[in-house]
């Protein structure tokens, strides 16, 4: 089992940048691959980015890809999602998940652990 922190949210403005930290505690961390997820109020919970165990196979959605990079380091049991070039659409509470199926990454069901999440607010 491993349990997660998010941290970094905050309120920004349009074109800043935030960078939020998912820090795990618990066995293995390197076991799990992690994913970052945000819901914006009133709408679904939408994939973000993954990565994968040993961090060498990035994922992002089409809305980040090329603002957004995720990272991990194991020895830390650290995730970070370095947000740039932000914009009032990515206004949302974000969270970090950790998984070991086969599931695809993007979807919610490949996940086995949530944290609580961090809120990020785009002001225009």
């Known amino acids: 089992q491993v349990q997660l922190v998010e941290s970094g949210g905050g309120l920004v403005q349009a074109g800043d940048s935030l960078r939020l930290s998912c820090s795990a505690s618990g066995r293995a961390f390197s076991s799990y691959y992690i994913g970052w997820f945000r819901q914006a109020p009133g709408k679904d919970r939408e994939f973000v980015a993954s990565i994968s165990r040993r961090g060498s196979l990035p994922d992002y959605s089409d809305s980040v890809r090329g603002r957004f990079t995720i990272s991990r380091d194991n020895a830390e049991n650290t995730v970070v999602l370095r947000m740039n070039s932000l914009k009032p659409e990515d206004t949302a509470l974000y969270y970090c998940?950790?998984?070991?199926?086969?599931?695809?990454?993007?979807?919610?069901?490949?996940?086995?652990?949530w944290g609580q999440g961090t809120r990020v607010t785009v002001s225009s």
């Open positions: 998940a950790a998984g070991m199926g086969s599931n695809s990454r993007r979807t919610d069901r490949a996940y086995d652990f």
